[in-house]
């Protein structure tokens, strides 16, 4: 139980274009996802947390006009990466969480390549 | 604030030797502590966790944790290390609020040795 899934796994775009990637809880009800971003060897970074229904809550220093999250249904939660550069490169995960729990469930992450 | 520290950011033992992994956090209110593995280019997967039940936490794969408050640690082991078990590995924490955000230590990397 608690799969989520993430979509695509891997993708590589053009500077300046933009790049959606889903999360999908499998087999829960997800009122809070996460997304995250890690580096090469480093721990991961909060961007943002998003509620069903709710606008996303950014972390500091995360630019919300460029990375745009939805959260539209309980088991659905897309990140959009607009106007990509290379610097956004990166990894990319996203978890769930049930309410009541405060444990995640994480995504098997995205690895993004901008040229 | 909450805050985490994992004590060496590379262990290396032995197939079959006993395994440490060190957490050590900061949190105003009775946390709520997470053990984490990450295998190369893929996702995070939940070993144990702590929620202010018993004080040691059995997970998956044979790997436990000992809350001890007085210590402020929650410290990792698992008995008899495998091959299979090199990895990444972080420990979280979460003191309820804030959304159930998690709080991530730098994590550590364990090495297995033949």
């Known amino acids: 139980g608690a799969v989520v899934s993430q979509h695509p796994s891997w993708v590589i775009c053009k500077s300046g274009t933009s790049v959606k990637i889903e999360c999908r809880s499998l087999?829960?009800?997800?009122?809070?996802m996460f997304w995250y971003r890690q580096f090469p060897k480093q721990s991961l970074m909060l961007m943002a947390t998003s509620n069903e229904g709710s606008k996303a809550t950014y972390e500091q220093g995360v630019e919300k006009d460029k990375f745009l999250i939805n959260h539209a249904s309980l088991t659905l939660s897309t990140l959009t990466v607009t106007s990509a550069h290379p610097e956004d490169s990166s990894f990319y995960i996203c978890s769930a969480r049930m309410t009541g729990f405060y444990e995640q469930y994480f995504g098997p992450g995205t690895r993004l390549t901008v040229t | 604030a909450q805050s985490v520290t994992q004590l060496g950011s590379h262990v290396s033992v032995s197939e079959g030797a006993l395994v440490l992994l060190r957490c050590n956090y900061s949190s105003s209110v009775p946390p709520y502590l997470f053990w984490y593995v990450q295998y190369p280019n893929q996702g995070l997967q939940l070993l144990l966790k702590y929620t202010s039940a018993a004080t040691l936490v059995k997970g998956i794969n044979g790997f436990e944790a000992e809350f001890k408050k007085s210590e402020t640690s929650f410290h990792l082991t698992k008995p008899s290390a495998h091959m299979s078990d090199a990895a990444e590995y972080f420990c979280a924490v979460s003191d309820g609020n804030q959304g159930g955000k998690l709080i991530f230590g730098q994590g550590t990397e364990l090495s297995v040795k033949p």
């Open positions: 087999d829960f009800q997800a009122t809070t």
